[in-house]
C-alpha cells in the first residue's frame, strides 16, 4: 500500500501542499494516540469554556485545536488559519503559501462515550498578501485545493481530494504512517439508508417533513421501498459512512434557533465534506444551491446540508423545488 506522500507525489500534487497535508495527517496521529489512552491521558469532560458558537468546549477540542494550531505555524506553510474553535483568523507565517481553516474535533458529544469522533480540514491558496484578516477565508469550496478528514474510529482513517477523486487512507499504528487502501472512492448513486437527527422533525421545514414522511413509509408508500436509519451523531462518522457505502446525510434549516441556518459550519464542515463527496460522485447541497458555490459571509456561518448519493439527493431537493 503507498504512503500519503508517495501517492500524491504519484498525482502530481504541488510539492508544498504535499508537505502541508503531511504536517496534518501527522498532528491527526498525534491526537489519535491522545484518544487511544481516553482517560488515562486526562483529555475527557469539559474545558470550563465556551467558543465563540455560544458552545460548551470539551478539553479535547481545545487540546486538538491547539495542536494543529502549532502544527500549522510551525509548518511555515501557512499564511493563517480558522477554526471552529477560535474567534477570528489567526495569522501565522506572512509568506506562507495556503490557508487552512478546521474543525479540529467533530462529534464533541461523543468523546465521552468513546465513539467516533473526527478531525476535519479545508485548504486553500493563500491570497499574495502579508496582513490576513477574516475576510480573505470567505471564499467558496469550489475553490479549495484540498480537503478531508481523519476518523478516529477502530481504525484511524483519513479521507482526502486534492480534486483528483477522493480517497481513503489508514493510520498503520506501529509506523505513524497514512497508507492508501482505496485510490477512487464512489457513492453509489442509488441507497435505502439516510441519516437525520429526527429529534428536529417538528422544527423542520414543510419540504423536509414531507420527504422524510415518504421515506418513513417505506415500500407502502411513493418510495416504494423499506429505507433504514443510522445516526452517528458525528458528521464525521455519518459522512464516512455515505462515503463507504452510499447514504443520505442532512442536516437541514430549522426553526429551532432562527438566528441559525442549519447547525453545521460552512467552512470547516460543509464546503470540505461537500468537496469529498462530490469528488466521489455524490452531491452535496444546500436546500437551494450546491454547497461548494455558497459565498460565505463569516467564517462561522452555518448552511443546512443535503449530501450523499446522487439520485436521492435529487429526490429531497425535489421536494423543496
Ligand atoms: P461539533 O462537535 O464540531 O460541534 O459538531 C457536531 C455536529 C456534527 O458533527 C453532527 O452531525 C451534529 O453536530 C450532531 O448534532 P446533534 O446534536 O443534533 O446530534
Ligand atoms: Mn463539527
Ligand atoms: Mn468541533
Request: with cysteine; glycine share 10%.
Amino acid at each position: 500500500m503507498p504512503r500519503l506522500a508517495h501517492h500524491l507525489t504519484q498525482q502530481k500534487v504541488d510539492i508544498e501542499l504535499t508537505t502541508l497535508i503531511g504536517v496534518v495527517a501527522d498532528c491527526c496521529a498525534d491526537i489519535a494516540a491522545l484518544l487511544r489512552h481516553g482517560p488515562m491521558s486526562g483529555i475527557l469532560g469539559l474545558a470550563g469554556a465556551e467558543n465563540i458558537q455560544g458552545e460548551d468546549q470539551k478539553k479535547l477540542d481545545v487540546i486538538s485545536n491547539d495542536m494543529l494550531k502549532e502544527a500549522l505555524e510551525k509548518s511555515g506553510l501557512v499564511k493563517g488559519i480558522a477554526s471552529e474553535e477560535e474567534d477570528n483568523c489567526v495569522g501565522c507565517s506572512p509568506d506562507g503559501k495556503f490557508l487552512v481553516l478546521f474543525d479540529p474535533l467533530d462529534g464533541s458529544s461523543n468523546i465521552d462515550i468513546n465513539s467516533l469522533v473526527g478531525t476535519i480540514f479545508s485548504i486553500y491558496a493563500a491570497p499574495d498578501k502579508t496582513d490576513i484578516g477574516d475576510d480573505d477565508f470567505l471564499r467558496p469550496g469550489n475553490e479549495q485545493v484540498a480537503a478531508g478528514y481523519v476518523l478516529y474510529g477502530p481504525s484511524v482513517m483519513m479521507a482526502l481530494t486534492t480534486g483528483q477523486g477522493t480517497q481513503f487512507y489508514m493510520l498503520e499504528q506501529s509506523k505513524g504512517e497514512f497508507l492508501l487502501f482505496d485510490d477512487n472512492v464512489q457513492i453509489p448513486k442509488d441507497t435505502k439508508e439516510f441519516a437525520i437527527n429526527a429529534s428536529n422533525q417538528r422544527h423542520w421545514a414543510e419540504p423536509m417533513q414531507a420527504y422524510i414522511a415518504d421515506l418513513l413509509k417505506g415500500e407502502t408508500g411513493p418510495r416504494d421501498k423499506n429505507f433504514n436509519m443510522r445516526w452517528v451523531a458525528a458528521m464525521v462518522g455519518d459522512v464516512h459512512r455515505v462515503l463507504s457505502r452510499g447514504g443520505i446525510f442532512t442536516y437541514p434549516w430549522d426553526k429551532k434557533n432562527p438566528n441559525k441556518a442549519g447547525k453545521l459550519r460552512l467552512m470547516y464542515e460543509a464546503n470540505p465534506m461537500g468537496f469529498l463527496v462530490e469528488q466521489a460522485g455524490g452531491k452535496a447541497f444546500t436546500d437551494a444551491i450546491r454547497i461548494l458555490d455558497v459565498e460565505p459571509d463569516n467564517i462561522h456561518q452555518r448552511v443546512p446540508v443535503i449530501l450523499g448519493s446522487a439520485n436521492e439527493v435529487d429526490v429531497c431537493l425535489g421536494y423543496h423545488a
